[in-house]
């Protein structure tokens, strides 16, 4: 609708996996080089990880498109929402085989045939994977996979893609073959606000626009503010203002219109307004105080880690976690969705940006105060229970307790650590 509005040969802004890939920077460069090295291997594995529409997918296929000799065959598997035992039916669907009703084990079976007649073909087969988590049942199925890849007459390439928390999933003693396999592990954050506004650049330029002449330069601040640097949203928002700007004859969109058009589809702002967006500075989303000390949050986030100086300090100390039971794949992403950990030494009540533009991981160059020594001077907790996610229901996934990877296998993973 709005191409001949603005002039341009397509719409810029789209959720096609790797349509005009944009590289914020080096790592990313390096990322896809190093995919492209396992996805040319026999039998090696890569784990990517990052929040949903971060661009786990574009950067698969970005790799995959620079393998032409021999061009793999290509199998991707969605199983975040299947039963993990579809996981040997879905690989040959993908390879346009038809599974039918075959049980898991007869579906294996036939998984094996097909990887040798693709072995005599000289055809190298990549499996892109994407997963929500490794509970028991799915870890169990996802070794007869990678185990496959170690046999003779077989050649199979995995690429798990997933939130953070398969980064310790993986790392259980239960799952020891498959993390002896894993050749790369990289895992992708959202664009920082400068990244964000060279994307904008990008998308337009490479549809035959000028985004200076286009765009106001308010827009991608109003932008970054809504949608904390994660391209697919960077390109719902976008997609749905500059419709919005033709249907209303706007010569050239600003930040009042791509706020208006945010409100519209019900987002509210994730991190605080820029200088200069060219909108009435939204409230920025902030976490509410923590409950009284006789009412200790279920989950909280403290500024220091050591629960001994906080209670000399005459402070409660930290809410023990609370043990849950193990969970199903989706609930376990759910959950990592809601759960923030620590990400090194620094927590989101340390970081000097607000508890969302922490989760988001924001601009790197953005200036942090570090954690105060003073235990009497740490700033409270903040009550993740209470802090407001439903801007777009997407918060940026963050790693879960070390110990919950181990509480979904349950007796096996006891069993591993004791030595049985």
């Not at 007649?117 to 892109?128: E, I, T």
Request: glycine share 8%; net charge neutral; proline share 9%.
């Amino acid at each position: 609708m709005y191409r001949e509005h603005f002039d341009l040969k397509e719409r810029p802004f789209t959720q096609a996996p790797g349509q005009r890939f944009f590289a914020p920077n080096a790592t990313v460069t390096d990322a896809v080089a190093h995919l492209r090295h396992v996805m040319t291997a026999r039998d090696s594995v890569a784990l990517v990880t990052g929040g949903p529409g971060v661009g786990k997918s574009t950067l698969a296929e970005v790799a995959l498109a620079e393998i032409t000799d021999p061009a793999p065959r290509v199998a991707r598997v969605d199983l975040r929402y299947g039963e993990p035992a579809d996981i040997y039916a879905a690989i040959l669907a993908a390879l346009g085989e038809d599974p039918g009703e075959m049980r898991p084990a007869r579906a294996l079976q036939e998984l094996r045939r097909t990887l040798g007649r693709l072995v005599r073909d000289d055809q190298p087969l990549v499996v892109c994977l994407d997963i929500g988590g490794i509970a028991t049942e799915v870890a169990r199925h996802l070794l007869r996979v990678v185990n496959l890849a170690g046999e003779h007459d077989c050649r199979l390439n995995l690429v798990l893609m997933g939130p953070h928390p398969l980064h310790q999933q993986v790392d259980v003693p239960a799952l020891i073959q498959l993390r002896q396999r894993i050749a790369f592990r990289y895992r992708i954050r959202p664009l920082t606000l400068a990244e964000t506004e060279r994307y904008v650049r990008h998308q337009v330029a490479a549809v035959g626009g000028d985004a200076m002449a286009l765009l106001s330069s308010s827009v991608a601040a109003a932008v970054y503010c809504y949608v904390a640097g994660v391209p697919r949203l960077i390109n719902t928002l976008l997609d749905a203002s500059l419709t919005d700007a033709s249907l209303q004859e706007q010569p050239r969109p600003d930040g009042s219109l791509v706020k208006r058009t945010a409100e519209g589809l019900g987002w509210k702002p994730m991190t605080p307004p820029q200088a200069g967006d060219g909108s009435a500075r939204p409230t920025p989303t902030a976490a509410r105080p923590a409950p009284p000390r006789s009412s200790p949050p279920r989950v909280a986030i403290v500024a220091s880690g050591n629960p001994a100086e906080r209670t000399r300090a005459g402070e409660a100390p930290a809410a023990k976690p609370v043990d849950l039971p193990p969970p199903s794949e989706m609930t376990m992403q759910l959950r990592s969705e809601a759960v923030g950990a620590r990400t090194g030494n620094v927590t989101l009540a340390s970081d000097a940006r607000s508890p969302t533009a922490a989760m988001f991981g924001g601009d790197d160059a953005a200036p942090r105060k570090p954690a105060p020594t003073d235990s009497s001077l740490a700033e409270p907790p903040v009550v993740m229970d209470e802090v407001d996610t439903s801007a777009t229901g997407m918060l940026r996934l963050q790693d879960l307790d070390e110990r919950f990877a181990e509480t979904i296998f349950g007796q096996e993973a006891d069993a591993a650590r004791r030595g049985d």
